[in-house]
């Protein structure tokens, strides 16, 4: 019987030259090879995009792995969100929305 997983998942953004780029990160209470469906949604002034990644990510006990990092141009006042679905084989072990909105 396995252990526990016990993800977090969180994003870092960083801004510059209106362009801002988004990182997803998660952490695990114990080693696991994940694969993940990560989806951006931007929209905002009669426009939208979305971009979506999938890959597998390696992670250590208790420490931050990087999932993806994608690039948005933010909408003032506009609306940004992240979808992450986190999946150890084939069973679904986290789905996470985070939001990525300008502040």
């Known amino acids: 019987m ?45 426009s939208s995009s979305a971009v979506a990644q999938s890959g597998t990510v390696h992670v250590r006990q208790n420490q931050p792995s990087q999932v993806s990092s994608m690039a948005v141009t933010p909408v003032p006042g506009g609306k940004c969100e992240v979808g992450l679905t986190l999946r150890e084989g084939n069973v679904v072990v986290a789905r996470y929305t985070l939001d990525c909105s300008a502040k």
Not at 9 to 26: D, K, P, Q
Not at 29 to 42: G, N, V
Request: hydrophobic share 45%; net charge negative.
């Open 2 to 46: 396995q252990a526990e997983i016990n993800l977090q998942a969180w994003l870092e953004s960083h801004a510059a030259n209106g362009v801002t780029m988004i990182a997803a990160y998660v952490s695990a209470a114990r080693e696991a090879d994940l694969q993940y469906d990560i989806r951006l949604r931007s929209s905002g002034q009669g």
